[in-house]
């Protein structure tokens, strides 16, 4: 098994381009997330999915659009990119959500993405 | 929003020595992950815990959840250990995770 991958591994753009980062996971994983790693601050989330043709908010998700119509792919777009979003960009996937009834459940992440937005 | 503190920022120590990561929070949880984060980039978990202490090959992980704090200790430390460690606590309401900013540890052979 592969586990997560994402595509591609690093990328430089120009303010105002746009581009989509891919994530794709053989697990047969229910939920997927995509995070997004700045100097000095915890991951943050950006976006997930609970499922197949479902993606939900999170922490972060101005500027950036989500698709899952495959179970095994979720797709991240930057539509018109910005220096603030510079970073590095995780994905994870899940056979359970992360958080449970406030239990703790693995999650098995990328191998990440770094974006630098000129 | 579960507000999470780990000490010390960077740490550096000497090949055999003990270490100890600490990991505090400010809402009360059931449970707590923490992951490690390789020099390359990678992240993996190492542990989930909700009460007492774990242990896999040469690190433990212990949990106090009424002084709502958890350690990461590694014994006889190897270069190979070096690495940022991450914890990361529920937030109760919106059951996601607020991640730590990490503990980057090196270790010097």
């Known amino acids: 098994n592969a586990g997560v991958t994402q595509t591609p591994k690093f990328r430089v753009l120009k303010t105002g381009q746009s581009m989509t980062l891919l994530c794709a996971q053989d697990?047969?994983?229910?939920?997927m997330y995509w995070y997004r790693q700045d100097p000095g601050m915890g991951l943050r989330l950006i976006h997930y999915?609970?499922?197949?043709?479902?993606?939900a908010k999170g922490e972060v998700p101005d500027g950036y659009n989500v698709s899952r119509l495959k179970k095994q792919n979720f797709l991240l777009g930057l539509e018109s990119a910005a220096p603030s979003q510079t970073s590095v960009y995780f994905c994870?996937?899940?056979?359970?959500?992360?958080?449970?009834?406030?239990?703790?459940?693995?999650?098995?992440f990328g191998p990440g993405t770094r974006l630098t937005v000129l | 929003k579960n507000e999470v503190e780990q000490s010390p920022q960077n740490l550096t120590a000497q090949e055999g020595e003990f270490i100890t990561i600490n990991c505090s929070y400010s809402?009360?949880?059931?449970?707590l992950h923490w992951l490690q984060q390789h020099p390359g980039g990678g992240i993996v978990s190492l542990f989930m815990?909700?009460?007492g202490k774990k242990k896999h090959g040469r690190l433990i992980a212990t949990i106090n959840i009424q002084e709502k704090h958890s350690s990461l200790h590694i014994t006889a430390s190897h270069p190979r250990d070096s690495a940022v460690y991450i914890c990361?606590?529920?937030?109760?309401?919106?059951?996601?995770?607020?991640f730590g900013t990490g503990t980057r540890l090196t270790i010097i052979p």
């Open positions: 994870a996937s899940s056979t359970i959500p992360w958080v449970a009834g406030g239990q703790v459940n693995e999650q098995f």
């Open positions: 697990m047969n994983h229910e939920y």
């Open positions: 990361a606590v529920p937030n109760f309401g919106n059951e996601k995770l607020t």
């Open positions: 999915s609970v499922g197949e043709g479902t993606t």
């Open positions: 815990l909700s009460s």
């Open positions: 809402v009360g949880i059931s449970a």
